[in-house]
């Protein structure tokens, strides 16, 4: 799964790797946290959490990530996000 752009990062942290099952197919989706750019103003960070969906058929890989504040109640958007995903 492709998470090397993220993986060096120093507040990077994989929680989980899972199968799924999506309305585009089947796929693969990794959550893990990460701090995110200092805001411009205040210059603090947040830690997000992040899900992100790879699939792939045919020879064809489309990779979603989808990130938002940790302790957001992202679940129900984000299933909506992943399922409208339409590709093949």
């Known amino acids: 799964m492709g998470l090397a752009d993220v993986?060096?990062?120093?507040?990077?942290?994989?929680?989980?790797?899972?199968?799924v099952s999506r309305s585009s197919g089947e796929?693969?989706?990794?959550t893990y946290e990460i701090g995110s750019a200092?805001?411009?103003?205040?210059g603090k960070s947040a830690l997000l959490a992040v899900e992100r969906y790879v699939f792939a058929s045919n020879?064809?890989?489309v990779t979603l990530t989808l990130s938002g504040a940790k302790g957001a109640?992202?679940?129900d958007?984000?299933?909506?996000?992943?399922?409208s995903l339409t590709w093949n």
């Open 27 to 30: 796929g693969i989706v990794a």
């Open 38 to 42: 200092p805001n411009t103003v205040t």
């Open 7 to 19: 993986a060096g990062d120093p507040t990077f942290h994989l929680l989980d790797v899972q199968p």
């Open 59 to 61: 020879g064809t890989q």
């Open 73 to 75: 109640d992202n679940v």
């Open 77 to 83: 958007p984000w299933r909506i996000v992943s399922d």
